[in-house]
């Protein structure tokens, strides 16, 4: 990893009472409920809606955690009307600003946007109006790129000077850290803005954080005594499961709507183009109203296919991840993933697009550990489309820890999939408050740890004596004691270890495999990829962690199903998390938490067999 911490510090103000920010007589509370009602339509605040915006008024530094459609835009649109200057907005992409402003100029709200792609003589339009006595701007959008440019941080000074610089607001905050799942080199430069205007009250707001990407962006931007306002990240009305990868997926994957939600609206997401079109053109054969969708396409036709989903025209999109930022539809019932996603917080927020309403939907993964080493692969040769199109600067994404994170994810049959997946934004959830509604929590089986430590540093040893040259599934037969004319050639090599593991069941001895690459002890090395998009890799031992294995200083356990039934209560205290998700960086400081509200109660009828 490339990249070094430069600080220790945080500075924040862990644990801040939300009674304090909930008050309602703030000299602009009259103000701000009459707008948000007059203005902006809505009836109430969401969650943390009304704590942000007096937080931010009362000029402090504030930091946003909130789920995708939990409303976080007011936070700062309504600040920006009852405030009497101008709010700058730092946002990623320019079809989001686009979007914004497109509803602020609907709600008679004056705003404008600068980016590197507008025309020349527009952006001095935009400059000139800054800087004239009279600005009607209440908000100004700019993309990331924009703030490391002298004519505008010319034009900053000269509102600040005139104390018309009301705030700043920093959008899709993780995009500022290398730990994030989409992380932007331009988003890095925004400390600057703190260093210019110290005074200024800074904004920011994201989705998706884990401890270590808000200590980052905490720390990149600058922000003093910041004020944390989180929510859960728990989706109650979502249902997940991991299924099994075959080569017949697209077959399963059509009994599975057809089952589950015929004629329903959906998302399949897709790791490739070309898998995108495939699945398309299958499950269209079989009958559904299914387009696919890519960052290749003619931007047109990308557009019309998304408005044919939105209105229902068809059920069902087959995208990569180009397709998701701010699309808004509440009534989608799956988001169905074909290959493995590249981080867990990617995969959280892909899910977040379903159930929008409240109401029960399912997000099925599809999983095959040798999509691990094809996403391996197109990951270090830049293949991979990212979560926001190119349109506002290239994304880095090195971190092969993120998707070994996903890869534990899916092979981890035992503990709550909510669990899992919010242990890894800090939040700690009890998995018995899952109530059924993943797929582990409703295995009705009970579990054993298992010491593997045998299993696993014959493995180990079995990939050293074959001078790293043989694939996993190659080191597992030859474990297992296969006598294929493959595995005799080397007989030699591995002669004391051949068939070593006879007596194991092929299933423990894999998942022992896969948890050594998920603890970095083995590596999957890609060495080539075929015409078809097919990888192949070998093993290799990561000398450094093995060595503890090897020389019987550590022991590895793992959880089983036992194969004897017991009682079913058992279930309910399994609170470990999976190994590898348990570093120390994962752990929260305490902020503010409120439960979701765009997730309502579970309704656990409709969960009900
Ligand atoms: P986020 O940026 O957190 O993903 P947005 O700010 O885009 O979410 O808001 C998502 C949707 O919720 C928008 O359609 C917005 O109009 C709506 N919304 C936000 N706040 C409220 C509110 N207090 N009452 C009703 N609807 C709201
Ligand atoms: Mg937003
Ligand atoms: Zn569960």
Same mark, same amino acid.
């Given at each position: 990893?490339?990249?070094?911490?430069?600080?220790?510090e945080v500075n924040?103000?862990?644990?801040?009472?939300?009674v304090?920010?909930?008050k309602?007589?703030?000299?602009?509370?009259k103000?701000?409920?009459?707008?948000n009602?007059?203005?902006?339509?809505?009836?109430?605040?969401r969650?943390?809606?009304?704590?942000?915006?007096?937080?931010?008024m009362?000029?402090?530094?504030?930091?946003v955690?909130?789920?995708?459609?939990?409303?976080?835009?007011?936070?700062y649109?309504?600040?920006?009307l009852?405030?009497?200057?101008?709010?700058?907005v730092?946002?990623?992409?320019?079809?989001?600003?686009?979007?914004?402003?497109m509803h602020?100029?609907q709600a008679?709200?004056?705003?404008?946007y600068?980016?590197?792609?507008?025309?020349?003589?527009?952006q001095q339009d935009?400059?000139?109006e800054?800087c004239?006595?009279?600005?009607?701007y209440?908000?100004?959008?700019?993309?990331?790129?924009?703030?490391?440019?002298?004519?505008?941080l010319?034009?900053?000074?000269?509102?600040?000077?005139?104390?018309?610089?009301?705030?700043?607001?920093?959008d899709?905050?993780?995009?500022v850290?290398?730990?994030?799942h989409d992380?932007?080199?331009?988003?890095?430069?925004?400390?600057i803005?703190k260093q210019k205007f110290p005074n200024?009250?800074v904004?920011?707001l994201?989705?998706?954080?884990?401890a270590?990407v808000?200590e980052?962006?905490?720390?990149?931007?600058?922000?003093?005594d910041c004020?944390?306002?989180r929510q859960?990240?728990?989706?109650p009305?979502?249902?997940?499961?991991v299924?099994?990868?075959?080569k017949?997926c697209?077959?399963?994957?059509?009994?599975?709507?057809?089952?589950?939600?015929n004629?329903?609206?959906?998302?399949?997401?897709?790791l490739?183009?070309?898998?995108c079109?495939k699945?398309?053109?299958?499950?269209?054969?079989?009958?559904?109203?299914v387009?696919?969708?890519?960052?290749?396409?003619d931007?047109?036709?990308r557009?019309a296919?998304q408005?044919?989903?939105?209105?229902?025209e068809?059920?069902?999109?087959?995208a990569?991840?180009?397709?998701?930022?701010?699309?808004?539809?509440?009534?989608?019932?799956?988001?169905?993933?074909?290959?493995?996603?590249?981080?867990?917080?990617?995969?959280?927020?892909e899910?977040?697009r379903a159930?929008r309403?409240?109401q029960? %939907?399912s997000?099925v993964?599809y @999983?095959?550990? /040798?999509?691990?080493?094809? $996403? *391996?692969?197109?990951?270090? &040769?830049g !293949?991979?489309?990212?979560?926001?199109?190119?349109s506002?600067?290239?994304?880095?994404e090195?971190?092969?820890?993120?998707?070994?994170?996903?890869?534990?994810?899916?092979?981890?049959?035992v503990?709550?999939?909510?669990?899992?997946?919010?242990?890894?934004?800090?939040?700690?959830?009890?998995s018995?408050?899952c109530?059924k509604t993943?797929?582990?929590?409703?295995?009705a089986?009970?579990l054993?740890?298992?010491?593997?430590?045998?299993?696993?540093?014959h493995?180990v040893?079995?990939?050293?004596?074959?001078?790293?040259q043989?694939?996993? %599934?190659?080191?597992?037969?030859v @474990?297992?004691? /296969?006598l294929?004319?493959? $595995? *005799?050639k080397?007989?030699? &090599?591995? !002669?004391?270890?051949?068939?070593?593991?006879?007596?194991?069941a092929?299933?423990?001895?894999?998942?022992?495999?896969?948890?050594l690459?998920?603890?970095e002890?083995?590596?999957?090395v890609?060495?080539?990829?075929?015409?078809?998009?097919?990888?192949?890799?070998?093993?290799k031992v990561?000398e450094?962690?093995?060595?503890?294995?090897?020389?019987?200083?550590?022991?590895?356990?793992?959880r089983f199903?036992?194969?004897?039934?017991?009682s079913?209560?058992?279930?309910?205290?399994?609170?470990?998390?999976?190994?590898?998700?348990?570093?120390?960086?994962?752990s929260?400081?305490?902020?503010?938490?409120?439960p979701?509200q765009?997730?309502p109660e579970?309704?656990?009828e409709?969960?009900?067999k």
């Open positions: 990893r490339n990249y070094v911490r430069k600080y220790v924040y103000i862990e644990g801040s009472d939300d304090k920010w909930s309602r007589d703030f000299p602009w509370t103000k701000l409920e009459a707008n009602k007059k203005v902006f339509g809505n009836h109430s605040f969650p943390n809606q009304r704590e942000v915006i007096n937080a931010t009362s000029r402090n530094d504030v930091f955690l909130m789920p995708t459609g939990g409303g976080k835009s007011l936070t649109q309504l600040p920006a009852i405030s009497p200057g101008v709010t700058i730092i946002s990623p992409l320019v079809s989001l600003i686009q979007d914004q402003i602020l100029l008679n709200i004056s705003a404008a600068l980016s590197a792609n507008m025309e020349w003589t527009e935009v400059l000139r800054l004239s006595g009279h600005c009607r209440k908000l100004l959008y700019v993309t990331p790129e924009k703030i490391a440019n002298d004519a505008l010319r034009q900053l000074e000269n509102l600040h000077a005139r104390e018309l610089l009301d705030r700043i607001v920093i899709e905050a993780h995009c850290s290398q730990w994030g992380f932007r080199p331009d988003y890095q430069s925004l400390g803005l200024i009250p904004l920011a994201t989705a998706t954080a884990t270590s808000k980052d962006v905490v720390q990149a931007l600058g922000l003093v004020i944390i306002f859960s990240f728990n989706r009305n979502l249902r997940y499961s299924i099994p990868k075959t017949k697209v077959d399963d994957i059509d009994k599975f709507i057809k089952d589950n939600h004629d329903e609206c959906g998302i399949i997401y897709c490739s183009k070309k898998d079109e699945v398309a053109e299958t499950l269209q054969e079989y009958g559904h109203k387009a696919f969708y890519h960052g290749s396409m931007p047109d036709k557009a296919v408005k044919m989903w939105s209105k229902d068809i059920n069902i999109i087959c990569t991840v180009a397709f998701g930022m701010g699309i808004n539809k509440p009534d989608v019932r799956f988001v169905i993933h074909h290959s493995l996603p590249k981080s867990i917080e990617g995969y959280h927020q899910c977040g159930g309403d409240g029960r %939907s997000c993964l @999983y095959s550990y /040798s999509d691990y080493i094809r $996403v *391996k692969h197109m990951l270090s &040769h !293949l991979l489309e990212q979560n926001y199109n190119a506002s600067g290239r994304v880095l090195t971190n092969t820890e993120n998707l070994l994170r996903m890869v534990n994810y899916c092979e981890n049959d503990d709550c999939r909510r669990f899992l997946q919010l242990i890894h934004f800090g939040e700690k959830f009890d018995f408050n109530k993943c797929d582990n929590c409703s295995k089986q009970n054993v740890d298992k010491d593997v430590t045998e299993i696993a540093k493995l040893e079995l990939v050293k004596s074959v001078e790293q043989f694939s996993s %599934s190659h080191i597992l037969e @474990y297992r004691g /296969s294929s004319q493959n $595995v *005799k080397y007989e030699h &090599h591995t !002669l004391s270890l051949h068939g070593a593991g006879k007596s194991v092929k299933g423990e001895a894999l998942r022992v495999l896969h948890h690459v998920v603890e002890i083995l590596i999957e890609v060495k080539r990829s075929d015409y078809y998009g097919n990888v192949s890799s070998i093993l990561n450094k962690k093995a060595s503890n294995l090897l020389a019987g200083m550590q022991t590895i356990t793992l199903p036992c194969a004897v039934k017991a079913k209560s058992s279930r309910n205290d399994i609170a470990t998390p999976a190994k590898g998700l348990t570093s120390s960086k994962q929260p400081p305490r902020v503010v938490d409120t979701s765009t997730q579970v309704d656990l409709l969960y009900a």
